[in-house]
Structures are given as C-alpha cells and as structure tokens.
C-alpha cells in the first residue's frame, strides 16, 4: 500500500489541524493504521494508530485527549484530528500501515506541523 499525508500548516497554539493519509490499492481495510511524529533533533515517537475494522484506537500520553485518529475503508484515508495545539507538537508527521502481527513497514512521506507559541 501506498501512502500519502496531506493536512499539515502553521496553526498558533490552542489551534487545531486535521490530517489525512490516503491509501492507494484495495487492500487498505487489511492494515492497521498508525501516525507518527518526529520533531526537530529528536527520534519518532508513536501518536496514534487505529485498528483494521477502526473498532480500537490508541493515543501516546502526550496526545490522549487532544487527538482523534479515525479512518474512512470506503474512502481508503485515515485521519488525525489534532486539537489544543501545543508548539511541543511542532513536527514531521508520518502515516504508516501495518498488517496485523507485523511491525509498521508502509509510510508515507510526512506532511509537517507548527504550532507557533
């Protein structure tokens, strides 16, 4: 599967964003979906991920209830809704698929968040 981020911008802090992640070929609704982030000199970190059917969903700490990851099978995308902006979330956020059991092996380019203080 091919994956390609969109949505990233300037946002002041408070602010929001929504990111979106689309999916090509038909076998989108077998993956597992995750976001990733990595900001200025430091290592990616999780975000969020969401499961195959969309029925689980897990944040990193730093995000839980700020952040909202969802995803559309029909329309082969999955979003991050990013609220409360904070410049600590000021990255690179990258979109990334895996099959159940697997490690994450599918990403996309990274589309780029500021969040200006």
């Known amino acids: 599967v091919q994956l390609q981020a969109s949505g990233g911008g300037l946002v002041q802090a408070g602010g929001s964003l929504r990111l979106s992640c689309a999916a090509s070929?038909?076998?989108?609704?077998?993956?597992?979906m995750g976001w990733f982030r990595q900001g200025s000199g430091k290592d990616r970190e999780f975000v969020a991920s969401?499961?195959?059917?969309?029925?689980?969903?897990y944040y990193a700490d730093s995000v839980k209830g700020r952040f909202t990851i969802s995803r559309d099978n029909a329309k082969n995308t999955v979003y991050l809704q990013m609220n409360s902006l904070k410049p600590e979330d000021t990255a690179v956020y990258y979109c990334?698929?895996?099959?159940?059991?697997?490690?994450?092996?599918?990403w996309g380019q990274g589309t780029l968040v500021t969040v200006s203080s």
């Open positions: 990334a698929a895996k099959l159940r059991g697997s490690d994450y092996d599918q």
């Open positions: 070929g038909r076998t989108f609704r077998s993956y597992d």
């Open positions: 969401i499961t195959r059917s969309g029925a689980a969903t």
